[in-house]
């Protein structure tokens, strides 16, 4: 609105001093009409430098995540990384299974992001600062300039599950390559069996009465601290 009676200021303004044939009504008018008129401009400035009219409002939003890589049990958050410190890396991740495009944080300074290991559920926690007119009457006025709902701030938590790998796309890459080798399977699946072996022949020697199914357990215990010290190794390796 306050656009308009700019323009109506101005013409009238106009009409003062060019049609009024009355000079004394014609600077009068003419005069006060300017001053309207930079009394309207500065409005506008100090509505866009100074955000006069409007507040902050904080929205939060939590969403469920699921992996970033669709391969299961390959559990990761991936970020790319941007710039040299690392404060506006782009994080990837997907909030569907079936999700085939995932989705990213964006490299902007006004957001924050960090990642937080847990055993509850993996969550993305967003708050979101936005700045937003005080009432209608500001939103009538200063409205049309398009700069309501304004995000100014927002801080990204990622809770992942301490099984998560949390991985540059470069290492991910590097990750990836080195779990298709045909010789790094090889050698995996051959000192897999001999660390298995180990813990089985450990564990019937403080219990020699195992059952079956006591031993299954001790060979499913053993295979996953297998795989997951394994996995800490190579992640070593290339970070």
């Known amino acids: 609105?306050?656009?308009?009676?700019?323009?109506?200021?101005?013409?009238?303004?106009?009409?003062?001093?060019?049609?009024?044939?009355?000079?004394?009504?014609?600077?009068?008018?003419?005069?006060?009409?300017?001053?309207?008129?930079?009394?309207?401009?500065?409005?506008?400035?100090?509505?866009?430098?100074?955000?006069l009219g409007m507040k902050e409002v904080v929205e939060n939003r939590t969403v469920d995540i699921v992996s970033a890589s669709p391969k299961k049990g390959m559990n990761m958050l991936l970020y790319k990384q941007v710039g040299t410190k690392g404060k506006e890396n782009v994080y990837i991740y997907r909030t569907d299974t079936n999700q085939k495009k995932p989705k990213h944080t964006v490299a902007e300074s006004y957001v924050d992001n960090k990642v937080v290991k847990t055993t509850d559920a993996n969550q993305l926690v967003q708050k979101s600062t936005y700045r937003v007119y005080k009432n209608d009457f500001?939103?009538?006025?200063?409205?049309?300039?398009?700069?309501?709902?304004?995000?100014?701030?927002?801080?990204?938590?990622?809770?992942?599950?301490?099984?998560?790998?949390?991985?540059?796309?470069?290492?991910?890459?590097?990750?990836?390559?080195?779990?298709?080798?045909?010789?790094?399977?090889?050698?995996?699946?051959a000192d897999g069996k001999v660390y298995v072996q180990k813990a089985v022949m450990a564990a019937m020697m403080q219990n020699p009465q195992m059952t079956d199914v006591q031993k299954d357990r001790v060979v499913k215990d053993a295979t996953k601290q297998f795989q997951m010290m394994k996995m800490e190794e190579l992640i070593k390796s290339i970070k």
């Not at 006025?141 to 809770?159: E, P, W």
């Open 1 to 51: 609105m306050i656009i308009f009676t700019l323009i109506i200021f101005v013409l009238l303004a106009f009409i003062s001093f060019v049609y009024l044939q009355n000079k004394t009504l014609s600077n009068i008018l003419g005069g006060i009409f300017l001053v309207l008129i930079i009394a309207n401009i500065s409005l506008m400035m100090l509505n866009d430098h100074n955000h």
């Open 138 to 189: 500001m939103r009538f006025m200063f409205g049309i300039s398009g700069n309501d709902h304004t995000l100014i701030a927002r801080k990204n938590i990622f809770y992942v599950n301490k099984d998560w790998l949390v991985l540059s796309t470069n290492q991910a890459k590097v990750l990836q390559k080195k779990m298709k080798s045909k010789t790094y399977q090889a050698q995996l699946k």
